[in-house]
Nanobody, 124 residues
Framework: QVRLAESGGGLVQTGDSLRRSCAASGRTFNSYAMGWFRQAPGKEREFVGP????????YYADSVKGRFTISRDNAKNTVYLQMNSLKPEDTAVYYC?????????????????WGQGTQVTVSS
């Protein structure tokens, strides 16, 4: 089973860009689907977007579509979340997640492995 370590959070201003990384340990990383989620204070965990094991399929929540891009590099055991044109409403703790058999990739309950989460704060 993989373990996930996240990096790349921080404090930015409206309109800035930020790239999150999620590095996985384990030799079977390329068999895992990955997902990005976020959770703002007082709110439920929100789906951001997934990426299949091959990297060939991604889609995004309407709230981030056109601004966020998910990619993965299986040779580096890493998945990325590129966030552009950030808004204050993007402020949240961001999590990456992984699972071998996830079917409903938008559902956090489908994922068995989670990163520690990293705060992203966007000031207005």
């Amino acid at each position: 089973q993989v373990r996930l370590a996240e990096s790349g959070g921080g404090l930015v201003q409206t309109g800035d860009s930020l790239r999150r990384s999620c590095a996985a340990s384990g030799r079977t990383f390329n068999s895992y689907a990955m997902g990005w989620f976020r959770q703002a204070p007082g709110k439920e965990r929100e789906f951001v977007g997934p990426i299949t094991w091959s990297g060939g399929s991604t889609y995004y929540a309407d709230s981030v579509k056109g601004r966020f891009t998910i990619s993965r590099d299986n040779a580096k055991n890493t998945v990325y979340l590129q966030m552009n044109s950030l808004k204050p409403e993007d402020t949240a703790v961001y999590y990456c997640a992984a699972d071998r058999g996830a079917a409903r990739l938008w559902d956090p309950l489908e994922y068995s492995v989670w990163g520690q989460g990293t705060q992203v704060t966007v000031s207005s």
